[in-house]
């Protein structure tokens, strides 16, 4: 998977900003109300977000199972 978190103005989202504006984004989907065009445009960065929270999750599992390596070497 490519790293989000390093691509376009998205790189400053924390995990946990990321999240939110994800949950933001599938509630407005929810609720529906909105165009096609709208729907389809919030689906995409709905996508984008999920990508850049599953990157830091990677991240943090990587950190994590780096750790453990270490500690089990040491």
């Given at each position: 998977m490519t790293d989000d978190r390093n691509a376009g103005p998205d790189?400053?989202?924390?995990?946990?900003?990321?999240?939110?504006?994800?949950?933001?984004?599938?509630?407005?989907?929810?609720?529906?109300?909105?165009?096609?065009?709208?729907?389809?445009?919030?689906?995409?960065?709905?996508?984008?977000?999920?990508?850049?929270?599953?990157?830091?999750?990677?991240?943090?599992?990587?950190?994590?199972?780096?750790?453990?390596?270490?500690?089990?070497?040491?």
């Amino acid at each position: 998977m490519t790293d989000d978190r390093n691509a376009g103005p998205d790189v400053r989202l924390s995990y946990e900003q990321a999240r939110a504006e994800l949950a933001s984004v599938v509630e407005r989907l929810e609720t529906g109300g909105t165009s096609l065009e709208e729907s389809l445009a919030l689906w995409e960065r709905g996508e984008k977000l999920a990508g850049i929270c599953q990157g830091w999750l990677d991240g943090a599992r990587a950190r994590l199972d780096a750790a453990r390596q270490q500690r089990s070497e040491g």
